[in-house]
């Protein structure tokens, strides 16, 4: 299988995991204990992995290269792990909660990549957008 299609089955298998373990959390937790007791598992996790696959770079190095984006990413991994849970708390649906957030996010990221990144945009890009975005009102509608 090549790295472009093992990537999309491990992230796609990843969120089916993910939203049906958020979804199943116990509602008397605290949320930030949740999010807690889930990055020790992931990180032991990804421990295990970069002891078991080790890449180019050492974590000392790693941590010398690293720049803001690697700090806020683990900021903003845990603002949606937060956000997806209080969001099933409050009671949306798992068939909703992540096309509506992902399709809002995917809309938000549009102009920021034209300005920031220089992205382009095909016709059939463009197409599918709109139907993101109608799609969108359809899903939010109840």
Not at 99 to 117: E, Q
Request: some cysteine; glycine content about 8%; hydrophobic content about 60%.
């Amino acid at each position: 299988m090549s790295a472009f299609y093992f990537s999309f089955a491990l992230t796609v298998g990843g969120m089916i995991l993910y939203h049906l373990s958020q979804k199943s959390i116990p509602a008397e937790m605290n949320p930030f204990l949740v999010v807690i007791i889930a990055y020790v598992i992931g990180i032991a996790l990804c421990a295990g992995f970069a002891v078991a696959l080790p890449g180019k770079k050492s974590i000392v190095e790693s941590i010398k290269i690293s720049n803001w984006a690697v700090y806020t990413l683990g900021a903003a991994a845990a603002l949606i792990e937060l956000g997806f849970l209080l969001a099933y708390r409050a009671g949306w649906k798992i068939s909703v909660a992540a096309v509506a957030t992902n399709a809002a996010a995917a809309l938000t990221l549009i102009p920021i990549g034209f300005l920031v990144f220089k992205d382009h945009l095909s016709l059939r890009n463009v197409i599918g957008l709109v139907l993101c975005l109608l799609g969108l009102a359809m899903v939010m509608r109840d």
